[in-house]
């Protein structure tokens, strides 16, 4: 099984800071690769996704995660946060398993934006 | 509006008394997922559907049922809730089995349910 590894539990900043989320995940076959946002109180939303092509994808809202197979790592980063980044984000791994496509979570890490 | 609803979206509720989540999408989607989110564990997957009548188990199934007799509906059921199924539950839909890395999957609002 596949598993997602999300380095910081809890990340702290302030307003206009640039910040990264760390993602690493474990692999033996290939995966397509997912960050997902929670606002308080709402659903999950898919952030951006890498599924092939370009090692470095990119978000409507000024975020960016590259794709580094070496590192078997997914980084999430935004070079100037706001205040209503304040979020969770958590990553995702994708994968085929038995014929079936399996969507494997991380734990999350809880982006706080500090005026 | 395309969209996932899930009812109630609060449920306190005591053990052992059955209860049912419904799920419902107008988007015609296949795939259809249902998740528990705790804390400090983040998504863990309960059961998904790949079409109607067509079921199968995620990675914590235990103490949960669904079905599919719909194509827009995916209930999800806890015949003898414990207070170990207190939760945050998220039901999803995707268009199509199989291509859920291709396709964005749309997460519910959420139930949050409480067994005392």
């Known amino acids: 099984a596949q598993s997602v590894t999300q380095l910081d539990s809890q990340v702290p900043v302030f307003e206009e800071a640039p910040v990264e989320l760390r993602c690493n995940y474990s692999?033996?076959?290939?995966?397509?690769l997912f960050w997902y946002v929670q606002y308080p109180n709402q659903g999950l939303q898919l952030l951006l996704k890498y599924l092939s092509g370009s090692t470095l994808v990119e978000s409507i809202n000024g975020f960016e995660a590259e794709f580094n197979k070496s590192q078997t790592s997914f980084h999430l980063r935004k070079p100037s946060v706001h205040i209503s980044d304040t979020a969770e984000y958590f990553c995702?791994?994708?994968?085929?398993?038995?014929?079936?496509?399996?969507?494997?979570f991380g734990k999350g890490t809880k982006l706080t934006v500090n005026p | 509006e395309a969209q996932v609803t899930q009812n109630p979206r609060y449920l306190i509720t005591v053990t052992g008394k059955k209860l049912t989540v419904t799920c419902s999408q107008n988007?015609?989607?296949?795939?259809m997922s249902w998740y528990r989110q705790d804390p400090g564990l983040g998504l863990r997957q309960i059961y998904y559907?790949?079409?109607?009548?067509?079921?199968d188990k995620g990675d914590v199934p235990e103490g949960y049922k669904v079905s599919r007799k719909e194509k827009r509906n995916f209930p999800l059921i806890l015949e003898s809730p414990s207070p170990n199924q207190t939760s945050l539950y998220f039901c999803?839909?995707?268009?199509?089995?199989?291509?859920?890395?291709?396709?964005?999957?749309?997460f519910g609002p959420g139930t949050r349910l409480t067994v005392l």
């Open positions: 559907s790949m079409n109607v009548e067509v079921t």
């Open positions: 988007m015609n989607h296949e795939y």
């Open positions: 995702a791994v994708s994968y085929l398993q038995g014929g079936s496509e399996k969507l494997v």
């Open positions: 692999s033996s076959v290939s995966v397509y």
């Open positions: 999803a839909s995707s268009p199509r089995p199989g291509l859920v890395a291709a396709d964005t999957q749309y």
